[in-house]
């Protein structure tokens, strides 16, 4: 059986870890864009977690919709996963934002500088 890249990015760990709800070990890959909202199945569309739509972070997750959102563990239908940040307590490497990509990597995700923010409006053309 081949490992699932997105429990070898996350350690096989949950990467939410929300204090007093986290089992620890990650059950299942959870969706960012839900499957129902036309989600797909490449790893930066998903999360390692622990629980299920009823216990643990997952649990947590679909009970807190809006914090879920704030989080990037919820993304609306469309939205681009390999764009949308997302906190994670990854094992190793958080807690901090990330990207993650499709090959079952992730990136140190920063805030846009504020030069680049005042660029990215120059371009827009605005008078
Ligand atoms: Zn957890």
Redesign the pocket.
């Known amino acids: 059986m081949t490992r699932d890249p997105v429990f070898e990015r996350d350690g096989g760990r949950?990467?939410?870890?929300?204090a007093g709800?986290?089992?620890?070990r990650?059950g299942n890959a959870d969706h960012r864009v839900n499957r129902s909202q036309g989600g797909h199945g490449r790893p930066s569309n998903k999360i390692a977690?622990?629980?299920s739509g009823t216990t643990?972070?997952?649990g947590w997750k679909t009970h807190h919709p809006a914090e879920a959102g704030d989080l990037g563990w919820y993304l609306p239908a469309g939205a681009d996963t390999l764009a949308e940040p997302c906190f994670l307590r990854h094992a190793v490497y958080g807690p901090g934002w990330f990207l993650l990509d499709d090959a079952g990597g992730f990136a140190a995700w920063a805030l846009p500088s504020r030069e680049a923010a005042l660029a990215a409006v120059a371009c827009r053309g605005g008078s």
Do not use: Y
Not at 14 to 18: D, N
């Open positions: 949950c990467a939410l870890q929300i709800v986290c089992l620890g990650a977690e622990c629980g643990g972070c997952h």
